[in-house]
């Protein structure tokens, strides 16, 4: 048995202990890295879990795009909380994570099923948006593509779509390797080999720029059905409260898109180069910038809801406001019947206004 470490950090050398070699990576910046991931953590758990309660409100689950909402949410968290933290051991102990570790295979599979079930979901909220915008028949909208076995068969597709994507690694087909900083692991990107070159493709293609492709058709049929009934929606003031109601849903999933693209572009474009170099064309410490880049993703969402959606922060402050009197509330919900119908017959008569101006409520 020998056991063989060295007292420098810039170093790299081999811990052998039986049968097991571990090799010991560069720790000079692992506090840097740890830091941005625990305040990545942090925000991520905090800015999902809000909007997880949020979107479940009674006030928030009849929107349409609420169940698509709170799956991001629960990907989100998912990633954060089983897929990150085998980053952040190999980031502290020093250690690198080497092919063949269930540690790495479990990451990859995660990280990649996840990214991709994330944009595949925003894909097809992009999707129920431009067909409730340019759709000359919004009554088939509302009967087809809000009613629930639609939401549970799209958001099930989504989730099965990303773990097909990347289950292949898993048969035999490609594998999953350890980047350069060896701290998390992904697809073999810088083999020639036939198995990876195939994979690699078909993934990218999949995974990113199929999705990517729809989200732009998408929007581009948003844009130019705005632009075309702006003429008439100033002549008619329902008309111009629809167009900016609609304008206003659009523009934040444009903006949630958005960040997601930008957080994995990087990712993206060095897998691609490495797939023609054959090699991997960073080295240790420029390979975990767009690693770090595409983890950061999961705090943009809650973000954007809280800063464009009037309905989330209403529902935060009323949250806020009427928590330590819940029981109280609740008292005298209980003892006042008729309060409750009243407001029940208000929100019929809402219901039925929203109706009959054709209307779909989605934040």
Known sequence: MVDRFTTNNSSSVFALTGKTEVEVT???????????????????????????????????????IAPFVINLAVADLFIVVFGYP?????????????????????????NGAIGIASIVMLTEISV???????????????????????????????WIYGILSMSPPLLGWSRFVPGSAGISCGPEWGSNTFEALTYNIALLIVGFFLPMTIILISYYKIYSSLTLNAMLAQQKALLQRRRHSKLKVARMIGIVVLAFVVSWSPY????????????????????????????????????????????????????LRDWPCHRVDKRDSQASPDKDMITTKLQIIRLGNLSSRESINYV
């Open 128 to 158: 129920l948006i431009c067909y409730n915008i340019t759709s000359m028949k919004p009554h088939l909208y509302r009967s087809e593509f809000t009613s629930k076995t639609f939401k549970t068969l799209a958001l099930s597709g989504a």
């Open 86 to 110: 085998v980053a952040i051991t190999a980031n502290l102990s020093c250690r690198k994570i080497t092919t063949g570790q269930s540690r790495c295979t479990w990451s990859a599979f995660v």
């Open 268 to 319: 993206c474009i060095v897998s691609i180069v490495a797939i023609f170099k054959s090699t991997n064309i960073l080295s240790k410490g420029e390979a975990e910038i767009p690693e770090l880049m595409a983890k950061a993703s999961v705090i943009y969402n809650p973000l954007v809801y809280a800063s464009m959606s009037s309905g989330f922060k209403k529902t935060v402050k009323r949250l």
């Open 26 to 64: 560069d720790c000079d910046g692992k506090w840097v890295y740890g830091g941005f991931m625990f305040f990545v953590l942090s925000v991520g758990i905090l800015g999902n879990v809000l909007t997880i309660i949020v979107f479940l409100q009674r006030e928030q689950r009849s929107k349409a």
